[in-house]
């Protein structure tokens, strides 16, 4: 029961009141002497020893004011008036900490964000700021000295994804001399990459300059390769994390075989790839995607595997040299303790039938992106030539349409970033191999990155026609004289202002990224977050783009956002940085903002026990309590605002600070009914 | 009344229904230790007693009173004043007196809207429409009625209090064990708890007395208890029920979750918890399964009288008090 009269117990503190000018930023809406002088004599009896104004606060000046008061003047808290905890809490927490007083007994309070920026009145705003810092003054009467509770890092880290982005990231580490457990879901790492033939903007050959990678990975010292394996169950926190896998059966003894190939030559089904060809071509029943294939081991698809439909067959094992297939496997599950995980799941591609008015999966020779990719690879089902669906015609003109999917309110509203390059890839390569007239529809044209503005000039060079205008249909339905037998692209042409119907033999949907579809499973299961469209956030948009706000979770490459594969393998390495200056620290401080359960206060409600996005509370059925995993806990609060009960204490933000907050806020801690309207 | 060695006794009603009063009447048998033990000096539900008999006494002169109802108009502050004046221990007892109770909801309405609706609803028999009077002129003089405050506030918004018994109104048991802890520290074989402590209750919640097995919590639609089969095992939140139980200070013996009756939340806040309606919100809008807007809206119908539900015993008591309205128009 709060006591609502009765006189507060006077104030033993020492606290010392800084408030900033930032410039003319605050100074300019607030009057900052004013508020200063005002705090040294309305918040005298709260405990201000000293308040003092300053331009400002955060330079090496504005701290060495505080540290010299400190020690001089004894301080035992500090308010800093200024920006924002956001920006300079830490700087200021670090100045306390080097005069040798505890930082957590150092309060921010924002008169800039709150105040200044947000007022144009300066006689309002300066009551405001007073009001704001005798808030700060009583709420930090309450704080209390907090050591950061220090866990041992596990050198070994997780990659999960075996695309650039992954592969980048493992082979940065292992370099470094640390142990990599390297996840991928697929038969083969590689990632989307593999499929490639040429990549924008220089033409190098995909395979060309990926595989060297794919093969320092799988004989790496350091790397432990687990494909055709899923992660099932992440617990612990960061520099121990325990992670289960499931090793999904392959059918093929890896220890025996020897990648002959073989089983695959011989084995009697064939089956549509969809993954690898994009549809285009077949494998075997048993198979590796593709001959670099790293592992090199195949795997046995059983659901369409002859002898497990129908118990006869077997052609695999038979012609097998060294006897490695196994009928019988099972799926094996692994455990690995780890420091630090790198999330690289990359993206999928946008379903081309979501516009169905662009006829992909009705009209036979409207393409995507992905299936051109194989089209062009002179390892895919064609040899690398661009013919039509029949597989032998070469198209004369060809219609290659943006943004499909993409910056469409209809679908996505983002830009997929690579599909402007990609199409202009297309267009150079269509032109070089068939000679047919190359026609892009683009919306706008985004060639922002290095050499990609002159690959845009070259392609224009080429002869290549460009339609600015956002293509309203794709038809066979001929009304004109030459239509016939044609694909029509109809679009407006915004650049001629007139509605063009252009017949083309072929049509190529540069189909936009999207967040892989299990993005959001894959997000909870390993406690980060993802945005409403799926891809994973990162701690700080700008300044900290490969880390999460899960301490020990790093994102890296198209699992983040869509990019090209520089910006991918730039990610690779700075998630990989970011954990290697992690092992260095061997062990690491955690912010001693955090909850914790009151065991005598909590009744075992279980409201709590689903609510933590990080999956730090368990509840222990013997004793009837909740609990909450220190280490694991971010200090979101969530869970101190549910529970009920009042069991769960958040340091830094119990009910005492807060309301004491609230209280000087309202100026009640000075007798003042109200803030003066 | 003689001069007695026995130490003194009072009892006080301010704004309440007099649950409280019957409820002590109701430990049978060891009211008559309250009787060996004390002096009964004031106690206008058991005995005829004059206010200005209270205000000739001394100062400290009462060791014991127990208050009960909230103040909700200057008599009852009055009272609260002199009371405290008299007394050595003043004790909240009850809901009313610590947190405000059914009588603080009316911290929602004006005064004048509550005055209007006890004097003209269709219960009320009042034909010529005939409203009580400040005051009156008779033949003897002018007499007045006490003057109704814009809300109701608890007594330790209004004086300062030594104990807090909660309950609507408190369990017999827990009256009687009060009483003998009282007995006890008279004859120097107990010590009182600290000053400001709640007494006569737990320390825990209603949960933590309730023997309903409890699992991850996931509410798909609240209910009523007579809109489904209650399961007699399984805790009642997890049933849709919305059950005060987790947020409630313990003391009744969970008396109505055993009855599969959900918790209303008479013992008021479990220690700690400063806000009990907010406290109760956050927690039910946590355990809700669904993230649709208008889902979770109709999730929510499923509480009719959010206010009924979540501050029916502590509006005046919580963090808010009153309604804007009552604050604004009172
Ligand atoms: C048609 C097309 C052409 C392109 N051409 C170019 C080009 O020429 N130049 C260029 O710079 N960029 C190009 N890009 C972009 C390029 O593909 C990406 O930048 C790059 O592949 C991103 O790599 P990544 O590792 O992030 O993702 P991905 O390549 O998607 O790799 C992710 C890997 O993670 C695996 N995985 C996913 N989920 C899980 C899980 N839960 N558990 C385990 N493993 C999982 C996947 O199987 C995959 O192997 C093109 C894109 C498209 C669609
Ligand atoms: S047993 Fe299955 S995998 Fe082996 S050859 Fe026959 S169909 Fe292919
Ligand atoms: S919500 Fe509070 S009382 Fe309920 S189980 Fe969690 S910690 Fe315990
Ligand atoms: S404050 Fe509670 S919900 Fe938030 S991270 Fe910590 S344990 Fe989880
Ligand atoms: S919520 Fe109610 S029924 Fe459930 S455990 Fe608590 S008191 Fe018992």
């Known amino acids: ?677 | 009344m003689t001069d007695n060695a026995k130490p003194k006794f009072a009892m006080y009603w301010a704004a309440s229904c007099g649950g409280c009063e019957i409820a002590v009447l109701n430990i049978h048998e060891k009211i008559l230790d309250v009787d060996a033990n004390f002096e009964v000096v004031f106690w206008p539900v058991a005995m005829d007693a004059k206010y200005k008999d209270v205000e000739a006494m001394e100062d400290g002169s009462i060791l014991l009173t127990l208050f009960n109802g909230g103040i909700r108009n200057d008599e009852n502050e009055h009272i609260a004043r002199l009371l405290r004046r008299k007394s050595q221990l003043l004790v909240a007892f009850g809901s009313c007196a610590c947190e405000g109770c059914i009588p603080g909801l009316a911290n929602l309405s004006p005064a004048g809207e509550i005055v209007h609706t006890a004097f003209n609803t269709v219960s009320t028999d009042n034909p010529h429409g005939i409203y009580p009077r400040a005051s009156f002129d008779v033949p003897e003089g002018e007499i007045t009625i006490p003057k109704i405050f814009p809300t109701l506030r608890t007594l330790d918004q209004v004086v300062d209090v030594d104990y807090y018994m909660p309950g609507c109104p408190p369990e017999s048991h827990q009256i009687g064990a009060v009483i003998d802890l009282v007995v006890k520290v008279l004859h120097g074989e107990a010590q009182l708890p600290p000053k400001g402590s709640v007494i006569g209750a737990g320390n825990s919640t209603v949960c933590d007395e309730c023997t309903r097995k409890r699992n991850v919590k996931s509410i798909t639609s609240f209910k009523r208890i007579y809109d489904v089969e209650i399961d007699p095992e399984l805790c009642l939140l997890e049933q849709g029920i919305p059950c005060n139980g987790p947020a409630t200070r313990s003391g009744c013996n969970a008396r109505c979750v055993s009855a599969g009756a959900q918790c209303i939340g008479c013992y008021g806040p479990a220690e700690g918890v400063v806000d009990y309606g907010a406290r109760l919100i956050a927690a039910f809008a946590s355990v809700i399964d669904s993230t649709d807007p208008e889902e979770i809206e109709a999730i929510l119908d499923g509480i009719p009288d959010p206010a009924g539900q979540f501050y029916r015993f502590n509006l005046a008591g919580s963090l808010l008090k009153a309604g804007k309205p009552a604050w604004e128009k009172g």
């Not at chain 1, 089983?263 to 077949?282: I, N, T």
């Open chain 1, 1 to 677: 029961m709060t006591k609502h009269n009765g006189s507060k117990p006077e104030v033993q503190e020492r606290i010392g009141v800084y408030v900033c000018h930032c410039g003319t930023n605050i100074a300019g809406t607030v009057d900052v002497a004013q508020v200063a002088q005002w705090a040294a004599s309305r918040l005298k009896e709260r405990g201000v020893v000293i308040a003092r104004d300053y331009k400002f606060m955060c330079s090496s000046l504005g701290q060495e004011l505080i540290e010299k008061d400190i020690k001089e003047q004894k301080l035992t808290r500090v308010v800093v008036a200024a920006c924002s905890p956001h920006l300079h809490e830490r700087t200021f927490r670090t100045a306390c900490a080097r005069a040798g007083l505890n930082p957590f007994l150092c309060e921010m309070v924002s008169i800039r964000e709150q105040v200044s920026w947000v007022h144009t009145n300066k006689e309002a705003a300066t009551i405001k700021a007073q009001a704001a810092v005798s808030g700060g003054v009583e709420r930090v009467i309450h704080h209390e000295p907090l050591e950061p509770m220090t866990v041992p890092i596990n050198p070994a880290t997780l990659v999960v994804g075996g695309g650039i982005a992954g592969i980048q990231a493992a082979l940065e580490i292992a370099d470094a001399g640390y142990h990599v457990y390297m996840v991928e879901r697929e038969p083969s790492i590689g990632g989307h990459m593999a499929q490639f033939d040429k990549t924008f903007p220089t033409l190098d050959c995909a395979a060309c300059i990926l595989t060297p990678k794919m093969v320092d990975v799988g004989g790496h010292p350091n790397v432990t390769l687990l494909t055709w394996s899923e992660v099932e169950k992440v617990e612990g926190y960061v520099g121990s994390f325990n992670v289960t896998i499931r090793n999904k059966a392959r059918h093929v003894k890896t220890d025996l075989c020897t990648g002959c190939g073989i089983c695959q030559e011989k084995c009697p089904k064939k089956v549509v790839d969809e993954v690898y060809e994009a549809g285009l071509g077949y494998r075997k029943a048993i198979y590796t995607p593709f001959p670099q294939a790293v592992p090199k081991f195949p795997v046995m698809d059983v659901d369409n595997c002859i002898y497990f439909e129908k118990g006869t067959c077997k052609a695999c094992e038979k012609f097998c040299p060294t006897n490695a297939i196994d009928f019988t496997q099972q799926d094996e599950v692994i455990n690995i303790e780890v420091g630090n995980i790198i999330l690289a799941t990359g993206y999928d591609i946008f379903d081309a039938r979501r516009v169905s008015h662009y006829g992909y999966g009705r009209l036979a020779n409207v393409f995507t992106s992905l299936e051109m990719e194989r089209l062009t690879n002179a390892a895919g089902p064609t040899n690398g030539q661009i013919v039509l669906r029949d597989g032998k015609t070469t198209p004369k003109a060809v219609g290659i349409i943006h943004c499909v999917g993409s910056r469409d309110r209809n679908f996505n509203n983002h830009c997929s970033v690579i599909c402007c390059m990609q199409s202009l890839k297309f267009a150079h390569m269509v032109h070089e191999r068939t000679g047919a007239i190359v026609y892009n529809f683009y919306i706008d044209m985004r060639t922002p990155f290095k050499d990609y503005d002159e690959f845009y000039q070259r392609v224009l060079e080429e002869g290549t026609l460009f339609v600015r205008g956002k293509v309203a249909e794709v038809t066979d339905a001929a009304r004109l004289p030459g239509e016939e037998g044609k694909l029509i692209v109809q679009v407006e042409d915004t650049l001629a202002g007139k509605q063009r119907r252009i017949p083309v033999d072929m049509v190529i949907l540069s189909v936009g990224l999207e967040p892989r579809k299990d993005s959001s499973e894959t997000a909870k299961l390993f406690g980060i977050s993802c945005s409403a469209n799926g891809w994973f956030i990162e701690k700080h948009p700008k300044l900290d783009p490969v880390a999460t706000m899960t301490e020990g979770i790093y994102i890296a490459g198209c699992a983040q956002g869509p990019k090209d594969i520089p910006a991918s393998v730039s990610q690779g390495a700075a998630a990989a940085a970011r954990v290697l200056g992690k092992i260095q620290q061997k062990e690491m401080a955690l912010e001693p903002i955090r909850a914790s359960v009151i065991e005598e206060k909590c009744s075992g409600c279980r409201i709590c026990n689903d609510l933590c996005p990080f999956n730090a509370i368990s509840f222990h059925e013997d004793t009837m309590v909740s609990e909450v995993n220190a280490a694991l806990c971010q200090g979101c609060g969530t869970c101190v605002a549910a529970c009920p009960a009042g069991a769960i204490y958040g340091t830094g933000f119990n009910n005492e600070q807060v309301l004491a907050q609230i209280e000087g806020l309202l100026l009640l801690n000075i007798g003042e009914e109200a803030v003066p309207a």
